[in-house]
């Protein structure tokens, strides 16, 4: 097994990757997995929050851990429960009286943009690599977050990859082993030949220990500069 710590010096820009752990042996990389926000499409819990707080809910932190705690996002990011199901418990938690349409956008809020060089790579590194994309998310998000890539691009996103795997269809997310596995079952990949990126450290602990190797993207650093041209860099 093989993981990276990967950062970036700040003050000379330097991309510095750190192996952690042991390799018996190197296997050249031809599967890599991608996590989707924050590696792909940029989110932002700040404009989340703020529209939220527009719409009067001013314990919005609170609501929020409390919904965590509940178990509510991943239930919804599995499918548990319906959009419906899931509207009327966020707004008998904020007591909002909105329709929909109005909380949807709030809840939309969240997604940001598809930065254009991330997406320039992907579609430079698909004919080296069998690429995938395993994702946490919930059908609201879901919906718009596709649409507007196609608004913006002109095609459908899921075509960058090989194969897509968000958590609402599967019934399963990261970290729970049995996301990576399905991936690895369906698609027949090696694992050590496959590089998972992910910026959420628990989830690349989760892949690791399933025999892939990973990548910790960590704040401020860029899927581009694994690359050179449309290989990965040598570190890796």
Do not use: C
């Not at 989340?48 to 609170?62: C, P, Q």
């Not at 879901?142 to 691009?153: D, P, Q």
């Not at 609402?168 to 991936?183: C, L, Q, T, V």
């Amino acid at each position: 097994m093989q993981m990276y710590n990967f950062a970036k010096d700040n003050q000379t820009n330097e991309v510095k990757i750190s192996q952690m752990g042991e390799l018996k042996v190197q296997h050249r990389i031809k599967n890599i997995i991608f996590d989707f926000g924050g590696v792909i499409l940029n989110i932002s819990h700040k404009e989340l929050e703020d529209a939220f707080r527009s719409l009067g809910v001013s314990n919005f932190e609170e609501l929020f851990n409390q919904a965590q705690q509940s178990e509510l996002f991943q239930k919804f990011e599995t499918g548990e429960i319906s959009p419906h199901e899931f509207r009327s418990a966020v707004k008998s938690m904020t007591g909002l009286k909105v329709s929909n349409d109005v909380l949807d956008n709030a809840w939309n809020q969240i997604i940001g943009d598809y930065p254009p060089g991330r997406i320039d790579l992907l579609r430079k590194i698909k004919d080296n690599y069998s690429l995938f994309l395993l994702s946490n998310t919930n059908v609201i998000h879901y919906n718009y977050y596709i649409e507007n890539f196609r608004l913006e691009f002109g095609y459908d996103f899921q075509s960058l990859f090989h194969q897509t795997y968000w958590s609402f269809k599967m019934g399963k997310r990261k970290p729970n082993a049995d996301s990576f596995a399905e991936i690895i079952a369906k698609e027949n990949i090696i694992p050590s030949e496959t590089l998972f990126i992910d910026d959420s450290r628990q989830n690349v602990i989760a892949a690791e220990a399933l025999g892939l190797k990973t990548l910790h993207l960590q704040y401020g650093m860029e899927i581009t500069d694994l690359f050179r041209g449309s290989s990965l860099i040598p570190e890796l």
